[in-house]
């Protein structure tokens, strides 16, 4: 109920911001593509696993909209975010059936691994990726028809809300699920799970898979706002500000990813404006007051303040 509540309100304000403010409407657009692969991470950080790599997949999404756009000459937006979310799908598949091998600092660092070895693909690949200099994203069509740019910014907008509003509830009954619910058992007794004949592999992989296509999707939606693409999104500190968005925001509930989201561009936005030196140190104390006061994050507080009312 409490979910359904906090979706309730973070639609309206997403919906009825914009019109009054309209230069929010890219940031917030940037925050569902934050929201999106922030989501992932927070799944995996169910089963105590930290992916520092996950920015791979949100230029694999990025990158495939570039390369749709450019070199395959695929200029419709519903066909483009379906491959972007087919081919991270497919590329966590491949990269997950190692990485569920591991566990701890293993698997952290394993991913950090391989997602750099993707940002010195993109930079050095010069003829096939643009290199450093990176790729310009032509606005789609949409069914066919032609947007203006600022037209094509507001579907972006509302179609990535309704979107996440689908993706949210998806998530949960996935999170309600048995398998969903063995996330949480592999970080508390793995070995229990094995000896009631639970296959943690495939429970790990699975919520790999389902990652990795949250961060593609929310790569592509980051493309197809900007306009353009660079190596840096598959770089570290990308991975890093997505485990920051999924911890400041908490991972209590599908909603946590997006409000740490929120959070985190609102406080950005903003203090490029009137800070612009200090947005990083904002951010850190943010971030050290959640660890200290809010293990369960910003969503976590909302759950408690919820729960008080509840019992008023």
């Known amino acids: 109920m409490l979910q359904l509540l906090i979706i309730g309100l973070l ?4 919906a009825t911001i914009p019109v009054a403010f309209p230069w929010l409407a890219f940031v917030f657009t940037l925050v569902l593509a934050k929201g999106f692969a922030a989501l992932g991470v927070a799944i ?4 105590g ?6 920015a791979l997949f949100y230029a694999i999404g990025a990158y495939t909209v570039g390369f749709l756009s450019q ?33 701890g ?3 952290a660092m394993l991913n950090l691994a391989v997602s750099m070895v993707g940002y010195t693909l993109l930079s050095k690949l010069y003829n096939v990726t643009g290199g450093t ?21 507001h579907l972006l907008l509302y179609g990535g809300l309704g979107l996440a509003v689908v993706v949210c509830i998806v998530a949960h009954r996935y999170l309600k699920s048995p398998m969903g619910e063995a996330l949480s058992a592999v970080e508390t007794n793995e070995i229990r799970l094995e000896y009631l004949g639970i296959a943690v592999p495939r429970v790990l992989l699975f919520a790999y898979v389902g990652s990795a296509i ?5 790569g592509a939606i980051h493309a197809l706002a900007v306009g353009h693409i660079t190596p840096d999104l598959a770089y570290w500190t990308t991975s890093g500000q997505l485990v920051l968005v999924a911890v400041l925001g908490g991972i209590g509930g599908v909603v946590g990813p997006f409000i740490g989201a929120t959070f985190m561009e609102s406080v950005r ?9 200090v947005w990083n140190i904002i951010i850190g104390a943010g971030l050290l007051i959640v660890i200290f006061f809010l293990p369960r994050g910003l969503y976590g507080l909302i759950e408690r303040i919820g729960g008080r009312r509840d019992g008023q």
């Open 71 to 103: 070199g395959a000459g695929v200029d419709l937006l519903i066909p483009q975010l379906l491959a972007a979310a087919a081919i991270s799908g497919v590329a966590g598949l491949l990269v997950g059936l190692f990485m569920v091998r591991y566990r």
């Open 214 to 218: 949250l961060a593609g999707i929310g």
């Open 105 to 107: 600092i293993f698997f």
């Open 269 to 277: 936005s903003f203090a490029a404006i009137y800070a612009p030196d």
């Open 49 to 54: 696993l930290i992916s520092i790599g996950h």
């Open 11 to 14: 639609v309206a304000a997403f």
């Open 133 to 153: 200099d990176g790729l310009a994203i032509a606005t789609p069509s949409v069914l066919g028809m032609t947007l203006s740019r600022e037209a094509f910014e």
């Open 44 to 47: 995996l950080l169910r089963a």
